[in-house]
């Protein structure tokens, strides 16, 4: 049997390299991202993307909620239970988790990692959502984001939702597949639209490719976006998931907007 204890000289050289490396990644991510609290913008001295202070005014989403659509209960009614809207308008994912309410700090987060450039904070965020998940990341056989329109994608160069199941996938060692679900549609931004029109907006704007056929047929999928608003993006998405043979669709999102929740 190979000596990979400790003693080894060898493996001990190894380490101590790869905590060398490790300092100098950390101090080139410092250059690139100081380390500032994306909520109130003052130093905090690490890398945690968000003081205390920030952290601790963010509302999280825990249990008692819906099974399926994730909405908080004002209290307990026991376990399994849905909301009056999961069993009158059954979603077309098989459930919906998010971490927090769009509000605050949330809103913050979601906004610094769309427009501010700050990748930084999808580790963070990342790990919130693996939590929020409920062991859904862990039972997945692929991890898939919400894609841009390529154009979108060319014009920032980033896909938030993209960043954060990159992120999900290999914290959790699912399989991560960016490229299995498209956007054929260009669509109007969602934002300032009502419900019904952005239903309209996204409908048939996402299709499988046929390689991601072959990956997602009886699979069970965790879809990742950044926030959830009236679920016409995700749903959309969900769909073309569905028609392409996917046997159960798990939501996640970092954030989910106010309106809806009981
Ligand atoms: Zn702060």
């Not at 909520?39 to 825990?62: D, K």
């Not at 997602?216 to 749903?235: E, Q, W």
Request: hydrophobic share 45%; proline share 5%.
């Amino acid at each position: 049997m190979e000596n990979e204890g400790a003693e080894n000289p060898g493996r001990r050289l190894a380490d101590g390299l790869r905590r060398g490396l490790r300092g100098l990644m950390a101090a080139a991510v410092d250059a690139v991202y100081p380390p500032v609290c994306a909520g109130c913008g003052r130093m905090t001295g690490q890398h945690r993307g968000v003081c205390p202070a920030c952290w601790s005014t963010l509302r999280l989403i825990e249990r008692p909620y819906c099974e399926v659509l994730g909405l908080p209960f004002s209290h307990d009614l026991g376990a399994g239970i849905l909301s009056a809207d999961a069993i009158a308008n059954p979603p077309v994912f098989e459930r919906l988790r998010s971490v927090a309410i769009h509000d605050g700090i949330a809103k913050s987060l979601v906004h610094g990692l769309k427009y501010r450039d700050r990748t930084d904070l999808a580790v963070m965020m990342a790990k919130w959502m693996i939590r929020a998940s409920d062991g859904h990341v862990r039972a997945c056989d692929a991890v898939v984001p919400v894609p841009l329109h390529a154009f979108r994608l060319w014009n920032r160069k980033f896909n938030q939702s993209a960043e954060l199941a990159r992120v999900i996938a290999r914290m959790s060692a699912r399989p991560y597949l960016p490229s299995a679900l498209i956007r054929i549609k260009r669509t109007a931004r969602q934002v300032g639209l009502g419900a019904s029109q952005r239903q309209d907006n996204v409908r048939g704007a996402f299709q499988v490719t046929e390689a991601g056929k072959a990956a997602l047929f009886g699979k069970r999928i965790v879809l990742v976006d950044d926030v959830y608003t009236t679920g016409a993006t995700v749903s959309a998405a969900t769909r073309a998931l569905k028609k392409a043979g996917a046997a159960d669709v798990t939501v996640l999102t970092f954030a989910r907007a106010m309106s809806g929740l009981i």
